[in-house]
């Protein structure tokens, strides 16, 4: 018990990381997925290729291998370009940029699928009445778009955002120290890892359950089951 | 790039994707026994059982696995009384207790499909196999569960490609699996890309392959839709 009180804040301070972590990576998701779905959904052939090249590409490499290779390869890319251009000196990437960054890139075609499929399932009549009707574009998807594709895209959205929580997890491997990352810690210098990383189960599950919680209320504005 | 490096190397690779595969293949293939029982319970709302087996699906997909591993590996070895048991032949072991975690964390999601399918069957074809003076134990295992099975085609490849990418955890408790022979090679060499880009490569590989194998597969157990 003492130990849990010794070491057990320090794990909790981590909860602080990985929340902003997640939600900085979801902002940087969301946008990606914007971008995502705006090209795959263009009638220009190049940016379909581009969008389906980004979904295909990172749906295919685990999310790990893609962290490491931001994190390690970006750094070198960054500081040898640098150095052919001239233009910049020595940059670090630090490893909470590289795993948002990373984690964001990722989910971002997470989110154009989700973004695309949602777009795809409203009524095309009527979003080419509400055009027919002369609507410009920000009243069209304030009051046409935006109502029907949120239930759409609820249930996905919600998925999405549980998995990116718990994929933060992988940051504590590039050095961030997060709710795993403490725990880790912990557990070594108290030598009772099992108690620690039964705390980091604990938090994420408690984040896990909060999450859910807060989309169920969304759920119910919206008339889902 | 220094391809020379990656080809003469390839012995590694070979060896990394052949646990990665045997890994993950012993993993579905345990998780999706074990899923059976977990999604029949809940599906047939056996009272306590159901309940039970309910949190457990709710806590495996609640967690990141890599604190699953964590706890598997470095957490149960804390208590001498599991390093003196029999159980230590498997959690003493890096290569065992990743099949044992990577089985339950996909034992919950299998367990949630089957349990959508077996939700979404036909009734009438239920009814029909009583009718007939079917026991309830044989209309499950001949009509509810082959159905389910083929219903849950699509979203288990899902499963399987999830299973595959989430497998690199593993190289953080010391398996060389396809990133384990990227990270080994990139420290060995003091490279960057090398490692991480021919398994980001090799992963790609399988995630095609998987996918070609269950197209095939829907085409044809799915071929009556």
């Known amino acids: ?225 | 790039m220094d391809f020379a490096l990656i080809f003469e190397n390839w012995p590694l690779f070979a060896r990394g994707l052949w646990v990665t595969i045997s890994m993950v293949s012993l993993s579905l293939a345990l998780g999706a026994l074990l899923a059976i029982p977990l999604a029949l319970v809940q599906a047939y709302r056996v009272p306590v059982v159901g309940r039970l087996a309910a949190t457990y699906c709710y806590v495996f997909r609640g967690t990141p696995l890599l604190v699953q591993i964590y706890i598997l590996y470095y957490g149960l070895a804390q208590f001498q009384s599991i390093r003196d048991s029999v159980l230590w032949l498997l959690l003493g072991n890096a290569y065992s207790c990743a099949v044992i975690g990577f089985t339950l964390n996909s034992a919950a999601y299998v367990a949630e499909i089957y349990r959508g399918a077996l939700l979404s069957l036909d009734k009438g074809e239920i009814e029909a196999a009583s009718a007939y003076g079917m026991t309830r134990a044989q209309v499950i295992r001949l009509i509810a569960l082959p159905q389910a099975f083929r219903l849950s085609l699509p979203a288990y490849s899902n499963e399987v490609i999830f299973l595959l990418h989430a497998s690199v955890v593993a190289s953080t408790i010391t398996i060389v699996d396809i990133l384990g022979a990227g990270r080994k090679l990139n420290s060995t060499y003091y490279v960057v890309y090398e490692g991480f880009l021919t398994a980001a490569l090799l992963y790609m590989v399988v995630v095609l392959f998987i996918t070609l194998v269950f197209r095939k597969a829907e085409r044809k157990f799915l071929a009556f839709r």
């Not at chain 1, 130990?3 to 940087?28: D, H, N, R």
């Not at chain 1, 997925?33 to 290729?49: C, E, P, Q, T």
């Not at chain 1, 964001?104 to 009527?126: H, L, N």
């Not at chain 1, 990352?181 to 030598?191: I, K, V, W």
Request: some cysteine; aromatic content about 12%.
């Open chain 1, 1 to 225: 018990m003492d130990t849990l009180f010794a070491y057990g804040p320090m794990v909790l301070s981590g909860i602080s990381l990985t929340i902003t972590l997640s939600l900085a990576s979801l902002v940087l998701a969301v946008l990606c997925g914007l971008i995502g779905a705006w090209a795959k959904l263009s009638r220009y052939r190049l940016l379909n290729i581009t969008g389906n090249a980004y979904t295909t590409l990172v749906r295919g490499i685990p999310d790990l291998v893609l962290m490491l290779i931001i994190y390690f390869g970006g750094q070198t890319l960054i500081n040898s370009l640098g150095e052919a251009t001239g233009l910049w000196g020595y940059i670090e990437i630090s490893p909470f940029a590289a795993g948002t960054f990373a984690i964001g890139f990722i989910f971002g075609a997470y989110m154009t699928e989700t973004f695309r499929g949602s777009y795809a399932a409203i009524d095309k009549g009527e979003i080419e009445a509400a055009l027919a009707c002369g609507m410009r574009p920000a009243t069209w998807l304030r009051l046409i778009v935006w109502p029907q594709i949120v239930p759409l895209m609820l249930p996905s959205f919600t998925n999405n955002w549980l998995v990116l929580l718990k994929t933060t997890a992988l940051v504590s491997i590039i050095g961030l120290q997060d709710v795993m990352y403490n725990a880790n810690q912990a557990g070594r210098s108290s030598h009772q890892p099992f108690l620690f990383l039964l705390l980091a189960f604990a938090v994420y599950l408690g984040l896990t359950a909060l999450s859910d919680l807060g989309f169920r209320q969304l759920r119910n504005r919206y008339k889902l089951r």
